[in-house]
């Protein structure tokens, strides 16, 4: 019953867009044939399938260097190279934007060379490179440490019969990545689907640009448009498992774990060549937009220590947004954990068909763009007269946040009951534990862990959400993103970058400690 409820839950913003859009005057279907909803529909998909390929192809070509070649530095490059993650792409976009404008660290550095930089980011040229630049390490990890453990046997036995180092990979060590490649791809492309920040700084106007802008006005078309969305993304999810399991019939994931030892590529008169191309996507998605950033949190700063208007930050305008950020995030994952905990108990202990179903639904969750998430939440109060009491709060705001992002947590929750012996809960319950006290004593002390990390990458997704945020917080709760995306549109680009900083020294310390030191390919 519990768990019936939680896939109620879970599919209560899902449903109400659904609902909404059948009885709204707009319908979905008739949409698809006005070129108002063709358009930011074909640019949502161009955009999001070129982010995918490019991402995929970025990833991998990175997890091979880093892994299987003697690229210099290969240690350090395993850290450094996903290190992007603790971007937003709306903080990275307009790190790119206020890098290249008059001011800017990049404008004035071609000026010193007497160079007129004409140089302008927008579009779908702009809104791929910033996503392709902060989304591709979400391929390159799964690949990195499916190939650190990847069975040698199959890659030996294809050199002996003379196949060189690109048959090999092409042949061999390619198909066995390929869920890993498949599966990063898909959380890109949903990534791409639901971005709302990167792509409103950029002017390329999506699907979400679309529902945000129409929200208030022409609330039947935002609907349908949202369910539009959500079917998209929730199609993308459903063939990219059906591909999964065809690649598992065939035998994809043979070999799977082997020794710790891997083949070395030596590059030869590649090398300086791979180093650099390593060097210039690292400068590009690491150093230069936190250059672009610095550059102006010190130009407000030197500006208010000469007297002159500077920094139009004081002490509340820093502590407040970052408290904000750090308690609505851990209350977040802390619901999340215990919400989705049940379901995965089910999950390791009890193997069934409804378990399927509600892990579905909890994962569908992940699927559905943020933006709808909230769109529906904050309608369904409106309209909900019981729970009218709800509107502007932020239990709606930790639901939203809940729903969107419990899926990351069901995984490591799983792993987390799994690694309880059942004869340690046996032995409590021969002894007169209760349920209670078995949970608290014995399951939880061995589940902290597994249940610490599910957590963390919660609260890390929570502090980075912009739309949800901007739709379904509380008046005048503000968050970093929010603050930093409000400071950018007043054009207060020092103030921007000061808060900016804040939120990316917060988001790389939880990255380090939560993603990347915990990640395979390290070890």
Same mark, same amino acid.
């Given at each position: 019953?519990?768990?019936?409820?939680? @896939?109620?839950?879970?599919?209560?913003?899902? =449903?109400?867009?659904?609902?909404?859009?059948?009885?709204?005057?707009?319908?979905?279907?008739?949409?698809?044939?006005?070129?108002?909803?063709?358009?930011?529909?074909?640019?949502?998909?161009?955009? &999001?399938?070129?982010?995918?390929?490019?991402? *995929?192809?970025?990833?991998?070509?990175?997890?091979?260097?880093?892994?299987?070649?003697?690229?210099?530095?290969?240690?350090?490059?395993?850290?450094?190279?996903? !290190?992007?993650?603790?971007?937003?792409?709306?903080?990275?976009?307009?790190?790119?934007?206020?890098?290249?404008?008059?001011?800017?660290?990049?404008?004035?550095?071609?000026?010193?060379?007497?160079?007129?930089?004409?140089?302008?980011?927008?579009?779908?040229? #702009?809104?791929?490179?910033?996503?392709?630049?902060?989304? $591709?390490?979400?391929? $390159?990890?799964?690949?990195?440490?499916?190939?650190?453990?990847?069975?040698?046997?199959?890659?030996?036995?294809?050199?002996?019969?003379?196949?060189?180092?690109?048959?090999?990979?092409?042949?061999?060590?390619?198909?066995?990545? #390929?869920?890993?490649?498949?599966?990063?791809?898909?959380?890109?492309?949903?990534?791409?689907?639901?971005?709302?920040? *990167?792509?409103?700084?950029?002017?390329?106007?999506?699907?979400?640009?679309?529902?945000?802008?129409?929200?208030?006005?022409?609330?039947?078309?935002?609907?349908?448009?949202?369910?539009?969305?959500?079917?998209?993304?929730?199609?993308?999810? @459903? &063939?990219?498992?059906?591909? &999964?399991?065809? =690649?598992?019939?065939?035998?994809?994931?043979?070999?799977?774990?082997?020794?710790?030892?891997?083949?070395?590529?030596?590059? #030869?008169? /590649?090398?300086?060549?791979?180093?650099?191309?390593?060097?210039? +996507?690292? =400068?590009?998605?690491?150093?230069?937009?936190?250059?672009?950033?610095?550059?102006?949190?010190?130009? =407000?700063?030197?500006?208010?220590?000469?007297?002159?208007?500077?920094?139009?930050?004081?002490?509340?305008?820093?502590?407040?947004?970052?408290?904000?950020?750090? /308690?609505?995030?851990?209350?977040?994952? +802390?619901?999340?954990?215990?919400?989705?905990?049940?379901?995965?108990?089910?999950?390791?202990?009890?193997?069934?068909?409804?378990?399927?179903?509600?892990?579905?639904?909890?994962?569908?969750?992940?699927?559905?763009?943020?933006?709808?998430?909230?769109?529906?939440?904050?309608?369904?109060?409106?309209?909900?007269?019981?729970?009218?009491?709800?509107?502007?709060?932020?239990?709606?705001?930790?639901?939203?946040?809940?729903?969107?992002?419990? @899926?990351?947590?069901?995984?490591?929750?799983?792993?987390?009951?799994? &690694?309880?012996?059942?004869?340690?809960?046996?032995?409590?319950?021969?002894?007169?534990?209760?349920?209670?006290?078995?949970?608290?004593? +014995?399951?939880?002390?061995?589940?902290?862990?597994?249940?610490?990390?599910? @957590?963390?990458?919660?609260?890390?997704?929570?502090?980075?959400?912009?739309?949800?945020?901007?739709?379904?917080?509380?008046? #005048?709760?503000?968050?970093?993103?929010?603050?930093? /995306?409000?400071?950018?549109?007043?054009?207060?680009?020092?103030?921007?970058?000061?808060?900016?900083?804040?939120?990316?020294?917060?988001?790389?310390?939880?990255?380090?400690?939560?993603?990347?030191?915990?990640?395979?390919? !390290?070890?």
């Amino acid at each position: 019953v519990t768990v019936i409820l939680i @896939a109620a839950l879970f599919a209560l913003p899902g =449903g109400y867009v659904a609902w909404r859009a059948a009885g709204g005057s707009e319908s979905p279907l008739a949409l698809l044939g006005s070129r108002q909803t063709l358009d930011p529909l074909w640019r949502t998909v161009q955009l &999001a399938a070129l982010v995918s390929v490019s991402t *995929a192809l970025l990833g991998t070509g990175l997890a091979w260097l880093t892994t299987r070649t003697d690229l210099p530095l290969r240690r350090l490059w395993r850290v450094v190279v996903p !290190l992007p993650l603790v971007y937003p792409s709306f903080v990275g976009a307009a790190a790119f934007i206020s890098g290249l404008t008059p001011g800017g660290v990049v404008h004035d550095l071609a000026g010193v060379f007497g160079i007129e930089l004409t140089i302008r980011l927008h579009g779908l040229v #702009g809104s791929w490179l910033v996503l392709t630049l902060f989304t $591709y390490p979400y391929v $390159y990890l799964p690949v990195a440490a499916r190939l650190t453990t990847l069975s040698t046997a199959f890659e030996e036995n294809a050199r002996l019969l003379g196949d060189g180092p690109r048959r090999v990979f092409l042949r061999v060590v390619l198909p066995q990545v #390929g869920p890993s490649i498949a599966a990063g791809s898909l959380l890109v492309f949903l990534y791409t689907l639901s971005d709302f920040g *990167a792509v409103h700084l950029m002017r390329f106007e999506t699907l979400t640009q679309t529902i945000f802008r129409t929200r208030l006005f022409d609330r039947d078309r935002s609907f349908a448009l949202a369910l539009l969305l959500l079917v998209l993304a929730l199609l993308v999810v @459903a &063939a990219e498992r059906t591909v &999964a399991r065809s =690649g598992t019939r065939r035998g994809a994931r043979v070999g799977a774990i082997g020794d710790r030892r891997s083949l070395v590529v030596p590059l #030869g008169r /590649w090398k300086a060549a791979c180093t650099t191309a390593t060097a210039v +996507v690292v =400068g590009l998605a690491l150093v230069a937009p936190a250059v672009s950033l610095a550059d102006w949190g010190l130009f =407000g700063w030197f500006r208010s220590r000469r007297g002159d208007a500077g920094l139009r930050l004081d002490w509340d305008d820093v502590v407040a947004p970052t408290w904000n950020t750090i /308690w609505v995030s851990t209350v977040t994952a +802390v619901v999340a954990v215990a919400v989705v905990l049940p379901v995965a108990y089910l999950l390791a202990r009890h193997r069934s068909r409804v378990g399927g179903v509600v892990n579905a639904v909890v994962v569908a969750g992940f699927a559905i763009p943020g933006l709808v998430v909230a769109l529906s939440m904050v309608f369904w109060t409106l309209h909900a007269s019981p729970f009218e009491f709800l509107i502007g709060s932020m239990p709606v705001l930790v639901f939203a946040y809940v729903v969107h992002f419990g @899926a990351q947590a069901v995984r490591t929750t799983q792993v987390a009951v799994e &690694a309880v012996p059942l004869r340690m809960e046996d032995a409590a319950r021969l002894l007169g534990a209760g349920r209670l006290r078995r949970l608290a004593t +014995v399951e939880l002390p061995l589940m902290a862990p597994g249940l610490a990390a599910g @957590a963390g990458l919660v609260m890390l997704s929570t502090m980075k959400e912009l739309p949800a945020t901007l739709l379904a917080s509380p008046i #005048g709760f503000q968050t970093l993103a929010t603050q930093i /995306w409000n400071t950018y549109e007043a054009l207060f680009l020092p103030e921007m970058a000061v808060l900016a900083l804040i939120l990316l020294a917060i988001s790389a310390t939880m990255t380090w400690l939560l993603v990347i030191r915990r990640s395979e390919h !390290l070890r």
